[in-house]
Nanobody, 112 residues
């Protein structure tokens, strides 16, 4: 059974940092692209970032480029999203995604 479990969300002040983690199980982790997708209150889904199975190819939405970094540890079956210089508009539920599978999401709130 494929499982994706996010952690690391919380409340942070503007300009602060958070690191999200997504622990994966039930599949050959290193064989899959992994994605982070977010949904702000009252808005639709927004793709944030992607990383290939080997971890050497990454992509970012323009809205987070230069502030967020996606990475993965295939030995730990975990993908990360390091978020720096956070803005109020980054407030959202962040989901870890593999093709056809979504985690339960973790809330990130950026507010003073």
């Amino acid at each position: 059974e494929v499982q994706l479990v996010e952690s690391g969300g919380g409340l942070v002040q503007p300009g602060g940092s958070l690191r999200l983690s997504c622990a994966a199980s039930g599949f050959t982790f290193s064989s899959y692209w992994m994605y982070w997708v977010r949904q702000a209150p009252g808005k639709g889904l927004e793709w944030v970032s992607a990383i290939n199975g080997g971890g050497d190819t990454t992509y970012y939405a323009d809205s987070v480029k230069g502030r967020f970094t996606i990475s993965r540890d295939n030995a730990k079956n975990t993908v990360y999203l390091q978020m720096n210089s956070l803005k109020p508009e980054d407030t959202a539920v962040y989901y870890c995604v593999r093709v056809n599978y979504w985690g339960q999401g973790t809330q990130v709130t950026v507010s003073s």
